[in-house]
Structures are given as C-alpha cells and as structure tokens.
C-alpha cells in the first residue's frame, strides 16, 4: 500500500475518531476496535471525501469495514494530483 495515501488516511482515522495513531492499524475495524459509532463513520468518510477530493458512493461506504479497506479504496479511486 502506498505510505502517502496510507499515512493520510490513518492520520484522519486517528483525529476523526479521537484515537491514537498507534491504534490505527490497516487491520483495525472502525466500529469495533476504533469505537466509531455510525455518525463517527458518516464523518469519517465525508472528511476523506474532502482530504482526497472525491466521492465515496454509499453502496461503496457500506463495503469500508477497516482502516486498510479505506486506504484501498482511496488508493483505487483518488485522483492523483501529485
């Protein structure tokens, strides 16, 4: 997995959801392990929608269970600006 995208994506889990970064692990659950409830996960993925200007379609969200799902995701379907 890319470290940009990776890195970023763990870096707003980890301040979304008010965890330590140490915790923020590709394996982490949202709900389980990072004690997201599903307002904490609507966030989450608008802040990712903003940080990575992109959009996240819901029957896509749905399919988010981990941190390592969203890096994936991310890293499928962000448009690269760098």
């Known amino acids: 997995m890319s470290g940009n995208f990776g890195d970023r994506v763990k870096d707003i889990v980890a301040e979304k959801l008010d965890v330590d970064r140490e915790k923020v692990k590709?394996?982490?659950t949202?709900?389980?392990?990072?004690?997201?409830?599903?307002?904490d996960i609507?966030?989450?993925l608008m802040?990712?929608?903003d940080s990575f200007d992109?959009?996240?379609p819901d029957e896509d969200a749905e399919k988010i269970k981990t941190v390592g799902d969203?890096?994936?995701?991310?890293?499928?379907?962000?448009k690269v600006t760098e």
Do not use: F, P, T
Not at 34 to 39: E, V, W
């Open 26 to 28: 590709d394996e982490a």
């Open 42 to 44: 609507v966030e989450l």
């Open 54 to 56: 992109m959009k996240i």
């Open 47 to 49: 802040n990712l929608e």
């Open 70 to 78: 969203a890096i994936a995701y991310i890293e499928s379907n962000a």
């Open 30 to 39: 949202l709900i389980g392990d990072l004690g997201a409830d599903s307002l």
